[in-house]
């Protein structure tokens, strides 16, 4: 029991270390909406960006953090925009739900 309070404060730790106090992480993904183009995701404690190659850009609010993921969402004039960011160190990918595609962003590389 001791053991498993360890390791769950351990991983509450390393996350609140991941995204701290204004610092902005970049990944650079497979873009799933545009086959064989780049897209690149900025997030930091509260907001996440989606930046296509062309400069179209979409925010999204944080929602929360749970172990490896990250939620966001996004109240957009055409309905709500959901993405997931798996942070997971074998497999880094992201999720977007949109009211008219769901599709994933894959092979992402941690940029900084």
């Known amino acids: 029991m001791k053991i498993k309070s360890i390791l769950l404060f351990l991983s509450i730790l390393s996350l609140q270390a991941f995204a701290t106090n204004g610092e902005m992480y970049e990944l650079k993904c497979d873009s799933g909406a545009i086959p064989g ?7 930091n404690h509260k907001d996440v960006f989606e930046i296509y190659t062309n400069g179209y850009r979409r925010v999204y609010d944080l929602q929360k ?48």
């Open 65 to 112: 953090k749970e172990n490896h993921n990250i939620f966001a969402s996004e109240d957009a004039e055409n309905g709500m925009y959901y993405v997931t960011i798996r942070l997971d160190k074998d497999e880094r990918s992201v999720l977007v739900v949109t009211p008219l595609a769901t599709y994933i962003d894959s092979n992402c590389q941690k940029i900084k």
């Open 37 to 43: 183009q780049i897209k690149r995701w900025h997030f």
